[in-house]
């Protein structure tokens, strides 16, 4: 259209009609350059493209790491004895809550009593001068509690000093010399649990009274069934710290530095001061790990726990499947087959192949 032209239907037309002329020819000559102008080809990486049916697999360290209830057996615990008469004045004992070496947890006529662990009891008054297998033993302790650098065998200054020290700690202010056998009670290892507490404030005791009975020692731990049948993996190891006991054919652990170190754990002193009716949690796992092969849960198929089949070019294989987590299968090829590729629809590719697995 000419410019006169569209002047003139300015002029002619009135403004809101000259808008809607207007807006007629950009329309038009949008039309006619869409339709001029070519669009761009479709890119050949979309034209072309087409589903994927398989994947690579990678191979990973699996030790089957897993949270187990073990079931401790104790020995039967000693009971701690006192050996003074007196009014119970002050006592912290707790069934469950540890006694150490070194401590006290009952008062006497307002005097503390020592509790010591000592590899032969006390059978004597000790004072300085004084030779003798309960001095060493008596020593041995003390070095142990870091109040004592070397033991001589010979109760001497050093050993009076060091057992004025545990006196102090224990809230006796005038400490004695030398030490009275009854002013002790002797514990069978550095730590005790007691298992009932009888003795309450105000309770008048006399010299051989019970002051505790104790739990036992840990003899050795046991394992659910389920543990001990998965055994074709390899032997298990159950963990306290960086501590691990082999558990044996049997399901139990009866290694000395496990049960050790389980006996000087949080974990035991929890359990032991509860109703025992549960075990205590630890972590188990296989001694030696595996390698194992992680695959698409999809590409399982025929799954018979814990057995199943996938799909690998073509070729149906048996596994065993290990674990599964953050969807992924951690599965072990059974046959020996090498395994790089696996089809994400296992059970449409069985199907098609015709083939049998395993």
């Given at each position: 259209?000419?410019?006169?032209?569209?002047?003139?239907?300015?002029m002619r037309l009135p403004?809101?009609?000259?808008?809607?002329?207007?807006?007629?020819?950009?329309?038009?000559?949008?039309?006619?350059?869409?339709?001029?102008?070519?669009?761009?080809?479709?890119?050949?990486?979309?034209?072309?493209?087409?589903?994927?049916?398989?994947?690579?697999?990678?191979?990973?360290?699996?030790?089957?790491?897993?949270?187990?209830?073990?079931?401790?057996?104790?020995?039967?615990?000693?009971?701690?004895?006192?050996?003074?008469?007196?009014?119970?004045?002050?006592?912290?004992?707790?069934?469950?809550?540890?006694?150490?070496?070194?401590?006290?947890?009952?008062?006497?006529?307002?005097?503390?009593?020592?509790?010591?662990?000592?590899?032969?009891?006390?059978?004597?008054?000790?004072?300085?001068?004084?030779?003798?297998?309960?001095?060493?033993?008596?020593?041995?302790?003390?070095?142990?509690?870091?109040?004592?650098?070397?033991?001589?065998?010979?109760?001497?200054?050093?050993?009076?000093?060091?057992?004025?020290?545990?006196?102090?700690?224990?809230?006796?202010?005038?400490?004695?010399?030398?030490?009275?056998?009854?002013?002790?009670?002797?514990?069978?290892?550095?730590?005790?649990?007691?298992?009932?507490?009888?003795?309450?404030?105000?309770?008048?005791?006399?010299?051989?009274?019970?002051?505790?009975?104790?739990?036992?020692?840990?003899?050795?731990?046991?394992?659910?069934?389920?543990?001990?049948?998965?055994?074709?993996?390899?032997?298990?190891?159950?963990?306290?710290?960086?501590?691990?006991?082999?558990?044996?054919?049997?399901?139990?652990?009866?290694?000395?530095?496990?049960?050790?170190?389980?006996?000087?754990?949080?974990?035991?002193?929890?359990?032991?001061?509860?109703?025992?009716?549960?075990?205590?949690?630890?972590?188990?796992?296989?001694?030696?790990?595996?390698?194992?092969?992680?695959?698409?849960?999809?590409?399982?198929?025929?799954?018979?726990?814990?057995?199943?089949?996938?799909?690998?070019?073509?070729?149906?294989?048996?596994?065993?499947?290990?674990?599964?987590?953050?969807?992924?299968?951690?599965?072990?090829?059974?046959?020996?087959?090498?395994?790089?590729?696996?089809?994400?629809?296992?059970?449409?590719?069985?199907?098609?192949?015709?083939?049998q697995c395993g």
């Amino acid at each position: 259209m000419k410019l006169w032209n569209v002047r003139w239907l300015r002029m002619r037309l009135p403004f809101g009609s000259a808008a809607v002329v207007l807006f007629a020819i950009v329309l038009v000559l949008g039309f006619a350059v869409g339709v001029l102008v070519p669009s761009p080809p479709e890119p050949a990486v979309l034209a072309s493209s087409s589903p994927v049916t398989a994947v690579p697999v990678a191979t990973q360290s699996f030790d089957d790491e897993r949270q187990v209830e073990l079931t401790p057996h104790l020995s039967p615990g000693p009971e701690l004895s006192l050996l003074r008469t007196g009014r119970v004045t002050s006592a912290t004992c707790q069934a469950g809550v540890p006694i150490a070496s070194g401590a006290s947890a009952l008062s006497l006529d307002n005097t503390p009593v020592l509790f010591l662990a000592t590899s032969l009891p006390l059978w004597r008054d000790l004072s300085v001068g004084m030779r003798g297998d309960d001095v060493t033993a008596l020593q041995a302790e003390l070095k142990r509690l870091g109040s004592l650098p070397e033991p001589t065998g010979r109760f001497d200054a050093a050993t009076d000093a060091a057992v004025a020290g545990l006196w102090t700690q224990a809230g006796r202010a005038d400490p004695p010399r030398g030490l009275a056998q009854a002013d002790v009670v002797w514990l069978p290892a550095e730590q005790a649990v007691p298992e009932s507490c009888p003795l309450r404030l105000g309770d008048i005791v006399a010299g051989g009274s019970g002051f505790a009975t104790t739990v036992g020692r840990i003899e050795r731990v046991t394992l659910p069934d389920t543990v001990s049948a998965s055994a074709d993996l390899g032997p298990r190891v159950a963990t306290i710290g960086d501590v691990a006991g082999v558990i044996d054919p049997t399901g139990s652990v009866a290694s000395p530095e496990f049960l050790s170190a389980l006996q000087a754990s949080p974990e035991y002193s929890a359990w032991a001061a509860s109703d025992r009716k549960a075990g205590v949690i630890l972590p188990v796992r296989l001694q030696d790990p595996i390698e194992a092969t992680v695959v698409p849960p999809s590409s399982l198929f025929a799954v018979r726990d814990p057995n199943a089949c996938l799909m690998s070019r073509g070729n149906p294989i048996p596994v065993r499947i290990l674990s599964s987590s953050l969807g992924k299968a951690y599965v072990r090829v059974t046959n020996g087959a090498s395994v790089s590729v696996v089809e994400l629809d296992g059970e449409s590719a069985h199907r098609s192949s015709g083939r049998q697995c395993g």
